[in-house]
């Protein structure tokens, strides 16, 4: 693609082309100068490619959004297929700060109960039998789990469930459930379940064992300190 202004610039990449657009220039000189952007390499018109879209620290609406895809879009072989700003809205950074905050509980959830949260949830308390707490994140509990823990629970598969004592009815992460009969029946303290990959299931480990994994803690410990 050719363009003899600078306000878009076109890069090639291993999955398609990516395209800048300085975010500098209003939206009328941008739309005006993806008309007029052509291809010079007429070989490209024998394949598709995909196109993403950089718009660097411009926020546009859907609707622009939707006007771009279509000028980019007139050359039959393009395809839009992503677009990227580094600018989002109050309310959706609001969504990503709860999917990330630690919410700190400290009750008994007994027999009927519900505690739902978005992001982490640490419980200081008990999950009696019949209880149930889930999170779209991870799941800590200071006291007996004895009931229905579900992590994850929006698909997060690496999500993980802590607890000082873990006897539970059942534990769910994502959408994986492990129920009653793979555990001791007498319970066993300080551990975790995740889902082990290469079982394909719902396992308990040992705490300790989490520094030797994946799992993001030093996330969660962070947290803690600012809260």
Do not use: W
């Not at 657009?21 to 490209?44: H, K, N, P």
């Not at 196109?51 to 660097?56: E, F, P, T």
């Not at 926020?59 to 050359?75: A, F």
């Amino acid at each position: 693609m050719h363009n003899d202004s600078q306000i878009i610039t076109i890069k090639g990449t291993k999955t398609g082309l990516t395209l800048f657009i300085d975010d500098r220039a209003s939206f009328q000189a941008v739309v005006e100068s993806l008309v007029e952007a052509t291809y010079s390499d007429d070989t490209l018109h024998n394949h598709q490619i995909s196109i993403s879209v950089n718009l660097g620290s411009r926020y546009i609406s859907e609707e622009d959004k939707q006007i771009i895809k279509s000028i980019i879009e007139k050359q039959s072989n393009l395809i839009v297929k992503t677009f990227h700003s580094d600018v989002i809205l109050k309310e959706e950074a609001n969504i990503l700060f709860k999917e990330k905050e630690t919410k700190v509980l400290y009750k008994v959830v007994r027999s009927g109960q519900v505690v739902e949260e978005t992001g982490d949830l640490l419980l200081v308390g008990d999950v009696n039998p019949g209880g149930m707490i889930r999170a779209t994140g991870n799941i800590y509990v200071m006291g007996n789990l004895l009931g229905i823990a579900h992590a994850g629970a929006e698909g997060n598969r690496n999500a993980i469930i802590v607890a000082s004592y873990m006897n539970p009815s059942q534990l769910r992460i994502a959408d994986y459930i492990s129920r009653a009969p793979d555990y001791e029946s007498s319970g066993v303290y300080m551990e975790c379940g995740l889902i082990d990959q290469k079982e394909n299931r719902i396992v308990l480990n040992r705490l300790q064992t989490l520094s030797h994994t994946d799992k993001d803690l030093n996330g969660f410990e962070r947290r803690m300190e600012n809260g």
